[in-house]
């Protein structure tokens, strides 16, 4: 007799602020299902979204704590430190930030290490989505994706300081600031891989 093995499943959450809210629906139907989930990788804001729900098993939790984010005067203060850059309404927000990353511009300023959100506020904004929990907390594996400027290589995260690493995996290069990590200048996944592998 032939015993099939159990298949594991590993989720993974790519950039993309829009896509990062769709990751929610995505788990709550795995959740309807009953599919239990084996690991996680993020990338970007997918990354924010794996963390949260690698510790809450939860997607209505994670809906919760990011809508209540959004509807913060922290997160206003932050679109509109954002969205000052480019004055130009004939595109959508997301159509001005890829045209301007194609040129080139925010990486001059990521190598610079300058950025429109001050590393005091990237901070802040990122623990306001986390609070003070760690990868110890987590009951799903997890890990999340970021590039080192230095090198090119995509570098996975799964062990140290959670909000560190959560802000390496979203530190959109000109946006927000890269994060030093020992020898390493660390910025969003999503510049390697934008569906991270795990």
């Not at 809450?56 to 206003?76: L, N």
């Not at 020992?182 to 891989?193: C, F, I, K, T, Y």
Request: proline content about 5%.
């Amino acid at each position: 007799m032939r015993w099939r093995k159990k298949k594991r499943v590993a989720l993974a959450l790519g950039a993309g602020g829009a896509r990062g809210i769709a990751h929610i629906g995505v788990l709550r139907a795995l959740e309807e299902e009953s599919i239990p989930i084996d690991c996680i990788a993020g990338s970007s804001f997918g990354s924010i979204v794996g963390a949260i729900y690698s510790i809450s098993m939860d997607s209505r939790k994670v809906e919760r704590r990011i809508r209540d984010y959004i509807q913060s005067p922290d997160f206003k203060e932050a679109m509109e430190e954002i969205e000052s850059i480019e004055n130009d309404t004939s595109r959508n927000f997301l159509e001005r930030i890829q045209s301007t990353l194609r040129r080139g511009y925010f990486y001059t300023r990521a190598l610079r290490k300058k950025s429109i959100l001050t590393p005091e506020a990237f901070v802040h904004n990122m623990k306001r989505l986390v609070g003070e929990e760690s990868f110890k907390d987590m009951h799903i594996p997890f890990k999340c994706l970021s590039v080192d400027l230095i090198t090119g290589n995509p570098i996975g995260l799964d062990e140290g300081d959670l909000c560190l690493a959560l802000q390496a995996s979203s530190a959109t290069p000109g946006f927000f600031p890269p994060v030093r990590l020992n020898s390493m200048l660390l910025v969003d996944g999503g510049v390697a891989e934008m569906v991270p592998l795990y």
